[in-house]
């Protein structure tokens, strides 16, 4: 078996991994070859030295977990094969028989029921979630785990218009602690820049001669511990920006999950 | 050499290999063949499997002579197995040979 006949009957056996896996063991094992023979061996030699082709495929297809198998046509995800059914099963078995059209049927055939069957229980879910908001009567939805507790409080309110109220008020809320927030920023950007300018002042009066080393000293703690007042205040600003208020498609999406 | 004996060190030496620096395949079998005599067939599925399990990463890596070589790097993940094989195997290594030096002692 020449080189050519070694990777095309290669790319035979291992045809049920994704295309870039073949490509890339193909790749590999025509760089070995080539390689062996730069050294100085026939291909058929470095051919022989790879041993067994059933066991070096065997070998090759165990290494892969059944998540990288090539998906059925017209199956848009790879991964719903549980992985004790994986190709190792197959590399365990007889070998010559492990890339048979009816395994790949087989494998095709149960990838395809455990995806139907996902999607049904996805559908049952949606549809008893959905029925659950309606017996609500309306209530708000929250997003699991949320700790905000104006969005808590919000999400008690019963009927259409108190949602719209609660959502409103949360609103307000979040417009008066930003703009609270922006005067404290500026209240501690301009001391900063007062303390600094008192700390060259000083320094400058201080190599005049004068005794206001201490007044110095002070100014530049102040304005450090002012400075960083006002990162925090800037990053408290940033975070209560980007609170998420959920559309009500949002607050569904969310129900369904939940 | 006892092909099972080759098969259950082999994981340890390719990690050990990887572990002084990143190397590619051939270079890994090569090295390894000088060790132990050993077939290939059985060293790139255990590459690919490594990969797999995340203990190596690899990269592209252009060659003077021929086509872009992929090389192997050991990841964190990778250093901690190599680690806990060496100690098994120390174990292993130190336990068979107290039992063949006590065998030959009473026998």
Known sequence: MDRQQFLSRLQQRIAILDEVEQTDIIDEYAQHIDLEVANGKSQEEAIAEFGDFDELVAEILSAYPSAELKPAEGDAGGGDLPQAAGVADYAQGDASAMLSIGDKLDLMERFSRLKDARERRRQAAVAAAAQATDVADGAVATPAGSKHPVLKSAAALPGKGARATGRGIIWLVRVALVVCLAVLLLFCVLTALAFMVGFGVSIV???????????????????????????LLLQGIRKTHDWKRLSPTQERTVTEHV | ??????????????????????????????????????NEG??????????????????????????????????????????????????????????????????
């Open chain 2, 42 to 107: 059985t060293i790139y599925p255990l590459l690919k499997r490594l990969t797999n399990e995340r203990y190596f990463e690899t990269y592209l890596r252009e060659s003077p002579e021929g086509p872009p070589r992929k090389y192997y790097h050991i990841t964190a993940a990778g250093i901690l197995q190599l680690d806990a094989l060496e100690r098994e195997w120390d174990e292993f290594h130190n336990s068979v040979c107290e039992f063949l030096k006590e065998m030959n002692e009473r026998g």
């Open chain 1, 205 to 231: 009066m201080g190599i005049q001669g004068y005794p206001l080393i201490g007044i110095a000293l002070l100014c530049l703690g102040l304005g450090a511990i002012v400075c960083g007042l006002a990162l």
């Open chain 2, 1 to 38: 050499m006892n092909s099972q004996f080759k098969k259950g060190v082999l994981e340890l030496m390719v990690l050990k290999t990887v572990r002084r620096r990143d190397v590619y395949g051939y270079e890994l079998v090569e090295t390894i063949r000088q060790a132990i005599d050993v």
